[in-house]
């Protein structure tokens, strides 16, 4: 028997650990993991010369819709930093709150992305039934906000977001949870705005911790009293995380997504950097920080993603004089992985939790488990190959998402993405973008 493509002499990760194997492919599809010698003739070959080969990557959380950012340039983006499936986040600009908008939004991307791709869908006020609709034509998550999202996202108060939890209870679906507390930020507002602060710990002051803590655990009880599985996202503060933990003990299904933005910044980066260190909610303290990085390496935090919202330059600088001029949001896809990989090289993450926590988790929280999100026959072919030793200094100029700068320009990282493969096929090879733009497919939710 001949396969399409053979991968040889690789170190396959997985989060149960590292093994000295190979993988077969044929049709998009792994057909076996094997010693090399064991291993069937491939059409193709590609030797990994010993490096590391992970799971292709997942970003449950990205926002592509984004002016200058489009869902062509930011998948783009995405293969560039090793990432083989998206999942597109519903944000201010496409709300995805029916399942009109859902269609659209998916024949969009499937004519634009260089990715595989899945679309969470938008919880909205006023739109009964439409997340089951949504969830039927195979979304893999629905995003809600408990504070206020701007004017384009009609808002949603506490007893709406409950009786949405109970929707999604009742076919097993999950919520995404933007949760800080909508009264502490409006009255903080209102006193800062009066003060005349423009300053950029004024940013800090606005969206305290407290704010975040109590909106976290007020949802996860909501979680608890709907019997719905829920997510609280892009968590920064770890008694939100430890309060997860707690319920999960008691049976309630709440997970924790955090970001590479809360292991690599603190409340002083955006003191000293603007609106270019300007997210929601925002970074902490530095013990904060290393609590956050202990909890995704011991198990207490379930998954990672970018959060990536690709303010253009101009937008961003409007914040230098009044910070709170700057919108939100900071770029992320193609810094992910390499921040990561540092982690490994820095001691605080190892490899077989990084595929857990950026493969396995969300691909099995969100649906699409074993078709993403893991190396074992009958999986699509997606991997990604990794130098742990290859020192890289990340640059703006390096950027190729439309928003063109990152956060973590001039910083110095160790481990670096070599080549990545969706479906059998190369789509990324030494910075090179390889894939089509539309050779990304739509993943429905496999399951609940
Ligand atoms: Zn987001």
Same mark, same amino acid.
């Given at each position: 028997m001949s396969v399409d493509l053979v991968v040889m002499n690789a170190k396959l990760v997985s989060p149960r650990g590292i #093994?000295? =194997? !190979? &993988? +077969? &492919?044929?049709?998009? $599809? #792994?057909?076996? #993991? =094997?010693?090399?010698? @064991?291993?069937?003739? !491939?059409?193709? $070959? #590609?030797? +990994?010369? *010993?490096?590391?080969?992970? %799971?292709?990557?997942?970003? *449950? @959380? &990205? @926002?592509? /819709?984004l002016p200058p950012e489009s869902p062509s340039t930011g998948t783009r983006a995405a293969a560039k930093g090793g990432l083989t499936t998206m999942f597109e986040m519903p944000g201010t600009q496409f709300g995805c709150f029916n399942i009109g908008d859902f269609k659209l939004k998916k024949e969009t991307m499937e004519r634009s992305a260089y990715v595989d791709f899945c679309i @969470?869908? *938008?919880? =909205?006020?006023?739109? %009964?039934?439409?997340?089951?609709?949504?969830?039927?034509?195979?979304?893999? !998550? =629905?995003? /809600? /906000?408990?504070?206020s999202a701007g004017s384009k996202w009609p808002q949603t108060f506490d007893g709406e977001i409950i009786e949405r939890f109970k929707e999604i209870s009742s076919f097993g679906g999950i919520a995404l949870i933007h949760a800080e507390n909508d009264s502490i930020l409006r009255d903080n507002l209102k006193r800062l705005r009066l003060e005349g602060r423009k300053d950029y710990a004024a940013h800090i002051?606005?969206?305290?911790?407290?704010?975040? &803590?109590?909106? !976290? $655990?007020?949802?996860?009880?909501?979680?608890? +009293?709907?019997s719905c599985r829920g997510m609280i996202v892009h968590t920064g503060a770890p008694e939100t995380a430890w309060y997860a933990a707690e319920a999960r003990m008691k049976g309630v299904k709440a997970y924790i997504e955090t970001c590479p933005q809360y292991l690599y910044l603190t409340e002083d980066d955006v003191k000293r950097n603007g609106p270019w260190n300007k997210f929601a909610p925002p970074p902490r303290s530095k013990s904060d920080l290393v609590e956050i990085r202990q909890m995704l390496q011991d198990g207490w935090i379930q998954t990672i993603a970018t959060d990536h919202a690709p303010y253009g330059i101009e937008r961003k600088e409007a914040g230098l004089e009044d910070i709170f001029e700057a919108p939100n949001g900071m770029p992320g896809l193609e810094t992910f992985l390499p921040l990561l990989l540092n982690g490994v090289n820095e001691g605080w993450l190892t490899l077989p939790r990084l595929a857990a926590i950026s493969a396995e988790n969300p691909a099995k929280l969100y649906g699409i488990l074993p078709k993403k999100g893991i190396l074992q026959p009958g999986a699509d072919a997606d991997m990604v190959f990794v130098d742990i030793n290859k020192e890289v200094t990340l640059t703006n100029d390096d950027q190729i998402t439309a928003c063109s700068w990152t956060p973590y320009d001039g910083m110095k990282v160790k481990g670096w993405m070599t080549l990545s493969i969706i479906r059998g096929e190369v789509v990324m090879e030494d910075d090179q973008v390889l894939s089509r733009e539309g050779s990304g497919k739509f993943v429905p939710r496999l399951y609940a």
């Open positions: #093994i000295e =194997a !190979g &993988v +077969a &492919v044929k049709d998009g $599809k #792994i057909t076996a #993991i =094997a010693r090399d010698i @064991h291993l069937p003739d !491939g059409d193709r $070959k #590609i030797d +990994a010369r *010993g490096q590391y080969v992970l %799971p292709g990557l997942l970003d *449950g @959380h &990205v @926002h592509t /819709f @969470h869908a *938008g919880c =909205a006020s006023g739109y %009964p039934g439409e997340l089951t609709n949504m969830w039927n034509a195979g979304a893999t !998550g =629905a995003k /809600f /906000f408990v504070s002051e606005w969206r305290p911790k407290i704010s975040e &803590v109590e909106a !976290g $655990k007020r949802m996860i009880d909501y979680l608890e +009293a709907t």
